[in-house]
């Protein structure tokens, strides 16, 4: 079992930063990928981010060059920075570990960016 905890989220304003921590417990050595997701209110949740256990990432058009995915094994966590936030990435992040055929999700933190 993998419990997945995000937290960071929280109110900035439109070209503002934030960066999302997702905390990994458990049978963490299992994860082979790491996934940000968000939903919007009224959306249907989408892919944002992901890190593979060699390093690799691969970002939605949407946060192309203004977010980053990075893990720190150590400390079991995954994190997003988040720059020149605009009121359309107002959503709950949630944070998605795949371990083989099991996929876990986080509880989601809320990011609201205001215009």
């Known amino acids: 079992q993998v419990q997945l905890v995000e937290s960071g989220g929280g109110l900035v304003q439109a070209g503002g930063s934030l960066r999302l921590s997702c905390a990994a417990s458990?049978?963490?050595?299992?994860?082979?990928?790491m996934s940000w997701y968000r939903q919007a209110l009224g959306k249907q949740r989408e892919f944002v981010a992901v890190i593979t256990d060699g390093g690799n990432t691969v970002y939605a058009d949407a946060v192309k060059g203004r977010f980053t995915i990075a893990s720190d094994n150590a400390k079991n966590t995954v994190l997003l920075q988040m720059n020149s936030l605009t009121p359309e990435d107002t959503a709950v992040y949630y944070c998605?570990?795949?371990?083989?055929?099991?996929?876990?999700w986080g509880q989601g933190t809320q990011v609201t960016v205001s215009s």
């Open positions: 458990g049978s963490t050595s299992s994860i082979n990928r």
């Open positions: 998605k570990g795949v371990s083989g055929y099991r996929t876990y």
